[in-house]
């Protein structure tokens, strides 16, 4: 586009020079300069945009209304909250009717859960599964004896737009998809979780606080200011949770990994002789935003969309010469 504009002094069929700068375009026509630059910018954000998504992947929305209830709500335990936080990442948009698919476009089964859940217990299991429905949070759709798919309940996540019905708010926030799934899922050298349930739990139920322009956990998510969109400090978010010391929700958050990356970044400062912390978000796991996270965000996590992109790229090789990943293939992989 640059090659093929310049810019002139534009005179109306009155003879005046109209005042402003104006830019040729292709038809003939002009364009003020500033809406020129206007729309240079919008495309860069859009370009900067595309390329963080395409590392990030897709997502799914959760409501704040819905997180905040979650956390008080006494018929799960903190560890059944985040098991049920993870199933939603798998839901599909209402067009699809909101069916459980693996990210290989296969429905999801009742059969399946207990293996995705890694749950070794089935007595739990069915404990857990039985209150998930009772709840109305999955619905049951029977279509033989072996196939029972699962229906979501779009008040927890949900794809495209937020329906009417599902709660009074529909503020939200984004769940990457694939990332939750990965904290849930991913094992050390010895098979273990990385990440326990507990851990998730807190991560999850922190998320309705992520402001959404410097993804501090703060009051006033809506306000783009850092200094006056009242941050959280870790004593805040302890008390939240019950923990008598902040060392204690902490250790919570910088226990939370992925790839071997910090979900959360805790900063320090001094501001008129007394210390203060703030808490981020790492933006390839959650945000608030419709835009690239600023570079100040990013440079908080500085090797994750890299490892993200390397994770991306191995599973590629893997499945191109024929080999499967182990770990969660059935839902994870052709």
């Not at 059944?80 to 990210?103: I, P, V």
């Not at 859960?113 to 599964?129: A, D, P, T, V």
């Not at 708010?169 to 984004?174: A, G, H, N, R, Y």
């Not at 990965?182 to 050390?188: C, P």
Request: charged share 30%; with cysteine; glycine share 6%.
């Amino acid at each position: 586009m640059d090659k093929e504009i310049k810019i002139i002094d534009l005179v109306d069929e009155n003879g005046e020079l109209k005042t402003g700068a104006f830019i040729e375009n292709y038809e003939g026509g002009f364009y003020k300069k500033e809406s020129v630059e206007k729309m240079k910018e919008y495309q860069a954000k859009k370009k900067d945009y595309d390329t963080f998504t395409d590392i990030a992947g897709g997502f799914s929305f959760m409501l704040v209304d819905t997180l905040k209830e979650l956390h008080q709500d006494t018929r799960f335990n903190d560890m059944e909250k985040a098991r049920l936080m993870f199933l939603g990442t798998f839901c599909s948009y209402e067009t699809s009717g909101r069916y459980l698919f693996t990210n290989n476009n296969k429905p999801i089964l009742k059969s399946d859960l207990q293996e995705l859940f890694e749950i070794s217990n089935k007595k739990e299991f069915y404990k857990f599964y039985n209150k998930l429905v009772e709840t109305g949070i999955i619905e049951e759709d029977v279509r033989g004896r072996v196939e029972v798919r699962i229906k979501w309940n779009s008040k927890y996540h949900f794809k495209g737009k937020a329906s009417k019905n599902a709660t009074r708010s529909t503020e939200t926030v984004k769940a990457y998809d694939r990332q939750i799934q990965t904290l849930y899922m991913e094992k050390d050298a010895k098979g273990k979780s990385i990440n326990t349930p507990k851990n998730l739990y807190v991560m999850f139920m922190v998320l309705p606080f992520i402001n959404k322009e410097s993804g501090v956990l703060c009051n006033l998510q809506q306000n783009p200011l850092e200094d006056t969109c009242e941050p959280l400090e870790l004593t805040d978010v302890a008390k939240m949770f019950g923990c008598s010391k902040a060392s204690q929700i902490k250790t919570k958050l910088m226990n939370c990994k992925l790839y071997g990356t910090n979900v959360f970044f805790i900063g320090e400062g001094t501001k008129d002789r007394k210390k203060y912390t703030r808490i981020y978000v790492n933006p390839f796991v959650s945000s608030r935003s419709g835009k690239a996270p600023n570079p100040s965000l990013l440079s908080m996590f500085p090797n994750t969309g890299k490892l993200i992109a390397e994770q991306l790229k191995a599973k590629q090789k893997k499945k191109a010469d024929g080999f499967y990943i182990n770990e969660g293939k059935k839902f994870f992989e052709n």
